[in-house]
């Protein structure tokens, strides 16, 4: 058992103590709360200020009644190694409206790309479990051979890089394996992540290392307040394998991990599932919140359907806007060229974009930022375009729009109605 240094303040133990932190301050300042009541709810576990103590950046809380965050992942895969274009990833991310960027890399100089990605002001998560088999691959060495230490040396020496998250998939057990031979599942586990820890658990008839040396991650967590990501290595990759018993049995663990982490005085959140009918996706939103103790919940989409590649955006974020609804707080987005390719620059945004419409969607049925929305109507009423362009999530897009198809006549119209605008029409005599 690992003696936790007590002279570390994080975010969380800060909080705890009553303590006000610069970072809290700008948090509750940014989203309009009172700093008090944002300290209680980091003391609580509800909310999470992911920032490593060695960067300096824009910080940003997730959680319990603050606006829903958005994250994009970006990354090399073995096929396109191009870390510059993963660098344009990012920037494009952030200017279209994600909150926080993920490197997934598994191909080329992990470490470097990383070091770019940490000059960006925003907090920068990552799979520590990609790079350890990134690493495995480069010393012609299988996946499960790799020895306990590459995993801790990997998360270390990411928390000292600078990296503000981590997903870690500690949730995943030799039980929960099991169970999952005995189901009926159509995609098994395609959390990637996830087949990698399984795939070493069952090649070395080992318990997963990450859940065994907990309390190892949480030393090294605390120490430079990362938070963590407590990976959902079990989601239902299909509509039919959704709520199942085995993704259940690991959100249990998950919330058994949450409550340690806290006990340690690190932040933690709890990632959720990929596929889901929507029917039951404000189910699994408050099973997490009741099993987690109300962790900050960070989910991937959901999907709604299983059948629309080349559109997953617009599954996602279905999927994305009813568990915001019910009470997720944390989006990833999802690409048009999910299932299908790595993304790029235009998929990329795309993504963005149909995330945050999601997110911004259920931030108003909550009554969040809503009078952004009421100015553009005034906007549209009045006909004031520049107005207009200056509200839109997505400037350019609604910009291109009106030069390439606008009116050839009524100017101050749009090109559908022309003369026949019904706000012109009705402008004139209400």
Known sequence: MFIFKLDIMTQLTSAKRGEITQELKDVADKEGISRKKLMRRVANGEIVIPKNITRK??????????????????????????????????????????????????????????????????????????????????????????????????????????????????????????????????????????????????????????????????????EYDVTLSLGDALRP??????????????????????????????????????????????????????????????????????????????????????????GADFLCYVTPAEHLALPDLEDVRIGVIASKIAAHAADIARGIDVERDNEMARARFDLDWKKQFALCLDRERAEEYRSRRGPKKEEETCSMCGSFCAMKLSGSFL
């Open 237 to 326: 990759g299909s509509i039919h394998d959704a709520t199942d018993r085995s993704q259940v049995q690991e959100l249990i663990i998950l919330g058994e991990l949450v409550d340690r982490a806290r006990e340690a005085g690190v932040q933690v959140m709890v990632e959720g599932p990929g596929h889901m009918p929507m029917n039951q996706i404000e189910a699994n939103v408050i099973l997490q919140k009741r099993l987690c103790s109300d962790a900050p919940f960070y989910v991937l989409g959901p999907l709604v359907t299983d059948i629309a590649p080349g559109y997953d955006h617009i599954s996602g974020a279905i999927g994305g806007a009813i568990a915001a609804l019910a």
């Open 57 to 222: 950046i824009e910080p940003v809380g997730i959680g319990k009644g603050l606006k829903v965050k958005l994250n994009a992942n970006i990354g090399t895969s073995p096929d396109y190694i191009d870390i510059n274009n993963e660098i344009e990833k990012a920037k494009v991310a952030l200017k279209y409206g994600a909150d926080a960027i993920m490197d997934l890399s598994i191909g080329g100089n992990i470490k470097e790309i990383r070091k770019y990605l940490l000059e960006m002001n925003a907090p920068l998560g990552t799979v520590p479990v990609y790079e350890a088999a990134a690493y495995a691959e480069s010393k012609a060495m299988p996946v499960v051979d790799m020895s306990i230490d590459v995993f801790f040396r990997v998360i270390e020496d990411q928390a000292k890089q600078g990296v503000d998250f981590m997903t870690l998939h500690a949730g995943v057990t030799s039980e929960g394996i099991e169970r999952l031979r005995r189901q009926s599942r159509l995609t098994s586990i395609v959390s990637r992540g996830g087949a990698i820890m399984a795939a070493w658990m069952n090649h070395n008839d080992r318990e997963n290392p990450l859940y065994e040396e907990y309390d190892s991650i949480l030393e090294i967590a605390k």
